[in-house]
């Protein structure tokens, strides 16, 4: 007989293979070679991510640190909040109406910012609403040379960090992003409307690839967005699997 636990293991192994699915079907061709480069074929094994994310703009720091269990969606956050007071929660995404307005209003949203500069190319395979074209060649926009440039627009009634967003990914021909344009939806104003950055030190962590340092201009002033701290838990282990 089989045990209730290995009953929702499997339940879950099942789960995790139907989304596997889906996303194959459903990823635009311009993004699933490079969703695939990062790993998102082996994102089924992945319990929990691990990440602080950092900024560090003109009259700008800031440190969040996160933890986020995709089969569950739940999200723990660990950081400050608008006053500067420290904040630890932990919420699932399912039922974010429940919640106060900061986890509403500041939080998650700060969440899924930290996503997208995460795990940008599974977002254009994750992400139906958005549309994934391959333009051909360009020039980098920063210093010389050119790359594959894959444009990922978001329509403006909905989706990406803010509805409209275009997230210009130069790839290069191991499929690995090399720059990145990031322009603002219409909507209200965040903190910077216009990112260009390079896409730096990369890392695998668990089976995926990921590049834990973005450097380059936010509206023409110095920007840095990086990564510490980022490590997976693997199914069916309790032990933090380090980038390295």
Known sequence: MTSSNTKIRLLA???LLLAATSWAQTCPPAAEKIAEAYGLDSF???DAVRSTFNIDFPGLKISQSWIWEPKADRVTYEGKDKAGNPVKITYVRS?????PDNVKNEIDPS??????????PF???????AKVEDTGMHKLPMGSGSARRVVMTYPPEGGGYTPGDTWEMYVGPDNLIQQLLWRRGPGKPIIVNIVNAKWLDYKKVGPLLVSLDHRGTGDGKPLRIFFTDVAVKLTGSDTWVNAQ
């Not at 969440?111 to 940008?120: E, I, R």
Request: with cysteine; net charge negative; charged share 5%.
């Open 13 to 15: 192994i099942a789960t």
């Open 44 to 46: 089924g094994q992945i």
């Open 95 to 99: 039922q974010l109406s429940s919640q």
């Open 111 to 120: 969440f899924n910012n930290n996503l997208y500069w995460l795990f940008l």
């Open 123 to 129: 977002h254009a395979c994750w992400d139906t609403a």
